[in-house]
């Protein structure tokens, strides 16, 4: 996963709240401070400030109409515009409790709501912002309100001690639901960040893959009218010996031949990624998997070993899910292998497993647990020698969701001891990854290797 790629998700990534969201949940707040309202004064018959009540609602409705007028309803507010209207609804909130009993108005506890919205919708600024105003205000509610008055004239009030237990219930609920609430929505933008680089790196290997057809393909089709001109220009040049201007321009057509038909033969080097081959064997999966990481200082060792030596090598099918899943675990057992890379394949009646294994410190043990969750960011001390590494756990996360979905099982592991045990042989010490298939999701028919050619020859 490049920089570029993790900008693009940022900016296809919106945090900021929707205006119709906002608009939708004021008018709800609205019609429950209405019904709130009328049923303490009409149906209990306490004594409310009624003008003042109802000026702090028409506060929120003529906010509503203003945005609605101004703003279209697809507009998504910026993070100044999310904190200034959560703002307003914390003040406009906190107004309604002064004027109907404070803490004693068990419709305080609605002073949270703001809170969860900034810490759902927002980042952790806004969320501290809102959360430290409304700790502020609902203390000052707690300070200053106006008393129930009920109908009698007498006054409604409950003990200090639980007002002040409503206090501290609500100060711990501020801090509580929003830090819980904004882990969550951090979580669940990771996973929707992480599963859209996911379709990214699918997309852009399937477009390789496609691209390699192409190329085969126009290999495969101009090969003919190459010889053709190639031939025809060979002729041309050895009866034009009597005009030798003539023969040159023969002799260069016929380079120019050569030239098209070896600059194809090189693109065609990417013919293994052509549509026309489905499944290739096991063996040479792997090797193209690790193909983009073979050149890069650290030896890369192929083992196969069958479970069963009367069983003949797979054929797997070539699916971009298993060419990028295997080539990120690939590519970060060379970036922390010391060495030495072992890619392993092993098959037997029932299963096809896969194992990579490097020579480096191993995954950390606290971090065992969590491998495959997205934005894990160090694997060990050794990221810290590479500052332009940007960090292990979106690349697993990509070829552990992308292998799983082929049918895989994965599992990641430290080797506990040396695998190896001639002392002469590299130490295979470090961090174990194995996928295992179902034979059945993995295995390909020899004969359908090679699918149909859909150009017209």
Same mark, same amino acid.
């Given at each position: 996963?490049?920089?570029?790629?993790?900008?693009?998700?940022?900016?296809?990534?919106?945090? &900021?709240?929707?205006?119709?969201?906002?608009?939708?949940?004021? &008018?709800?707040?609205?019609?429950?401070?209405?019904?709130?309202?009328?049923?303490?004064?009409?149906?209990?018959?306490?004594?409310?400030?009624?003008?003042?009540?109802?000026?702090?609602?028409?506060?929120?409705?003529? $906010?509503?109409?203003?945005?609605?007028?101004?703003?279209?309803?697809?507009?998504?507010?910026?993070?100044?515009?999310?904190?200034?209207?959560?703002?307003?609804?914390?003040?406009?909130?906190?107004?309604?409790?002064?004027?109907?009993?404070?803490?004693?108005?068990?419709?305080?506890?609605?002073?949270?709501?703001?809170?969860?919205?900034?810490?759902?919708?927002?980042?952790?600024?806004?969320?501290?912002?809102?959360?430290?105003?409304?700790?502020?205000?609902?203390?000052?509610?707690?300070?200053?309100?106006?008393?129930?008055?009920?109908?009698?004239?007498?006054?409604?009030?409950?003990?200090?001690?639980?007002?002040?237990?409503?206090?501290?219930?609500?100060?711990?609920?501020?801090?509580?639901?929003?830090?819980?609430?904004?882990? %969550?929505?951090?979580?669940?933008?990771?996973?929707?960040?992480?599963?859209?680089?996911?379709?990214?790196?699918?997309?852009?290997?399937?477009?390789?893959?496609?691209?390699?057809? +192409?190329?085969?393909? $126009?290999?495969?089709?101009?090969?003919?009218?190459?010889? #053709?001109?190639?031939?025809?220009?060979?002729?041309?040049?050895?009866?034009?010996?009597?005009?030798?201007?003539?023969?040159?321009?023969?002799?260069?057509?016929? $380079?120019?031949?050569?030239?098209?038909?070896?600059?194809?033969?090189?693109?065609?080097?990417?013919?293994?990624?052509?549509?026309?081959?489905?499944?290739?064997?096991?063996?040479?999966?792997?090797?193209?998997? !690790?193909?983009?990481?073979?050149?890069?200082?650290?030896?890369?060792?192929?083992?196969?070993?069958?479970?069963?030596?009367?069983?003949?090598?797979?054929?797997?099918?070539?699916?971009?899910?298993?060419?990028?899943?295997?080539?990120?675990?690939?590519?970060?057992?060379?970036?922390?292998?010391? $060495?030495?890379? &072992?890619?392993?394949?092993? &098959?037997?009646?029932? %299963?096809?497993?896969?194992?990579?294994?490097?020579?480096?410190?191993?995954?950390?043990?606290?971090?065992?647990?969590?491998?495959?969750?997205?934005?894990?960011?160090?694997?060990?001390?050794? !990221?810290?020698?590479?500052?332009?590494?940007?960090?292990?756990?979106?690349?697993?996360?990509?070829?552990?969701?992308?292998?799983?979905? #082929?049918?895989?099982?994965?599992?990641?592991?430290?080797?506990?001891?040396?695998?190896?045990?001639?002392?002469?042989?590299?130490?295979?010490?470090?961090?174990? +990854?194995?996928?295992?298939?179902?034979?059945?999701?993995?295995?390909?028919?020899?004969?359908? !290797?090679?699918?149909?050619?859909?150009?017209?020859?």
């Amino acid at each position: 996963m490049t920089r570029q790629d993790t900008a693009t998700m940022r900016l296809l990534r919106v945090d &900021w709240l929707p205006l119709r969201t906002l608009i939708l949940l004021r &008018w709800l707040a609205v019609v429950g401070q209405l019904l709130a309202i009328f049923v303490a004064s009409q149906i209990y018959e306490f004594q409310l400030p009624l003008g003042l009540c109802l000026l702090a609602i028409s506060a929120a409705m003529s $906010a509503n109409f203003i945005l609605s007028a101004v703003y279209p309803p697809t507009k998504r507010l910026s993070e100044a515009e999310s904190i200034a209207a959560l703002m307003f609804d914390l003040v406009q909130l906190a107004a309604l409790v002064f004027l109907t009993g404070g803490l004693t108005n068990p419709f305080a506890l609605l002073m949270l709501a703001p809170v969860i919205v900034s810490a759902s919708a927002l980042n952790l600024r806004a969320t501290l912002v809102l959360g430290g105003a409304a700790a502020m205000l609902t203390t000052l509610v707690f300070l200053f309100q106006m008393p129930l008055v009920q109908a009698d004239g007498q006054v409604f009030d409950t003990p200090v001690l639980f007002k002040f237990g409503f206090l501290v219930s609500i100060l711990i609920g501020i801090a509580f639901l929003g830090l819980y609430g904004r882990k %969550v929505s951090t979580e669940l933008a990771n996973m929707s960040d992480a599963l859209l680089a996911t379709q990214m790196a699918l997309a852009r290997e399937q477009k390789l893959t496609d691209l390699g057809g +192409v190329v085969a393909a $126009a290999a495969h089709e101009l090969g003919t009218p190459l010889a #053709t001109i190639k031939l025809i220009s060979a002729e041309m040049a050895s009866e034009l010996q009597d005009n030798p201007a003539l023969q040159e321009d023969a002799l260069t057509i016929r $380079a120019q031949a050569d030239r098209c038909r070896d600059i194809l033969r090189e693109m065609g080097k990417s013919g293994k990624d052509d549509l026309l081959i489905r499944a290739a064997p096991l063996s040479e999966v792997l090797r193209e998997a !690790a193909e983009p990481h073979g050149q890069r200082g650290k030896t890369l060792h192929f083992n196969l070993n069958p479970k069963d030596n009367s069983l003949a090598e797979p054929f797997i099918f070539r699916r971009p899910e298993i060419i990028h899943g295997l080539r990120n675990l690939i590519q970060n057992a060379v970036d922390f292998a010391s $060495a030495n890379v &072992w890619i392993e394949g092993s &098959w037997s009646e029932d %299963v096809i497993s896969v194992v990579i294994i490097d020579d480096g410190a191993g995954f950390p043990p606290q971090l065992i647990g969590r491998i495959g969750d997205p934005f894990l960011r160090s694997r060990s001390t050794q !990221a810290l020698d590479r500052p332009e590494y940007e960090g292990m756990g979106l690349g697993l996360f990509i070829a552990k969701t992308l292998l799983e979905r #082929t049918g895989a099982a994965m599992s990641f592991a430290n080797a506990a001891e040396s695998l190896s045990n001639q002392a002469q042989v590299p130490q295979r010490r470090g961090a174990v +990854v194995e996928a295992i298939w179902p034979r059945t999701a993995l295995a390909a028919d020899r004969s359908a !290797a090679l699918g149909d050619n859909t150009v017209n020859s």
